[in-house]
């Protein structure tokens, strides 16, 4: 077994990362900041994929590399495996973690009471600052199927997050440019 | 109530969870690859590492606290061998030895020979005046910050820079002491 640091040293690295760029470096260009946290992900996942492909054949066809992603990918980072795949067989791929480990740490809040305004205003809120969170992994998945020779962009759904508190489900929805890889 | 007695670093490290190194190695680099390409100059990014790992002393201290059971230490003495001895271990996996005491007890050095967020590391010509690992010595300094104690932290060896270990300064400029009562609104 390789090396191990604790759990909360790659969560606060991550957390941090996120706000300097969120609040610090681009704190009136959200969509800068999310530009360059998905490019460290990216930079993580093509990276690692490439490490832990090393004494792998290559993948035949696109399903078999999104299913390395699925299981022995993501359980080399989260210690378990995507719980559900689905695709539309042209090209997307729809990753269900239903107890995404990067989520669950982090409390998103929203202010309980108030009006149906300041309700949604929060939620609002909430959905933002979880989704600069959700940059990372995206950027992740991304580099590693880039590195696997699927060019693709990753993006997240987070439309249940706010409701589902404790579940913490990350859904993450791959488009593969079919042609090009 | 009895008192709980402090617990090793080891056995709050074999307690953690765990993930494994390479994640948190190639997340630090991608970062600090991140920093050179959007702040360009090098002692920009040595600010903001060590910006970033004072952000996250501030937090990290109260997890130290709650896992490891030390109480208030003597002196500095007990403070820095607690940093290298439970501290590091706890999060890293890895201890730091204690040398380098000045006459007044006040200065001291942690001398890191196994340093996880170097693995696979190599600096290019570019990055001359780097200090890889300033996140460490920002750790440090938010976290004593919190239990009062105010310090300077300089890097003396850096194995990137082609020193034989990692070696921090670690210096007590004062100990603020508590205040009582704390106001209800800070």
Redesign the interface.
Known sequence: M?????????E???I??V??YCDR?YATKPELAAR?IE???Y??GH??SE?YTMERPRFSDHLEAIKFICKDFWS??F?KQIDNLKTNHRGTFVLQDNRFRWLSHISLDPSPDGSDTSASLAENKVAQAASMHLYFPCGIIRGALTNLGIPCAVSADISSLPACKFLCPGLFICGTYKGLG | MPAVAPRSGEAIFASAEHVNAELFTLTYGAIVRQLLTDLEEVDEVNKQLDQMGYNIGVRLIDEFLAKSNVSRCVDFKETAEVIAKVGFKMFLGVTATVTNWDAEGTTCSLVLEDNPLVDFVELPDMCQGLHYCSILSGVIKGALEMVSMKTEITWIRDMLLGDDAYELQVKLLKQVPEEYPYKDDE
């Open positions: 390789g090396r191990e640091v604790s759990e909360s040293c790659v606060s690295l991550m941090e990362m706000s300097s470096f360059r490019a460290i992900g930079q993580v990276q690692l490490r080399e980072i210690k």
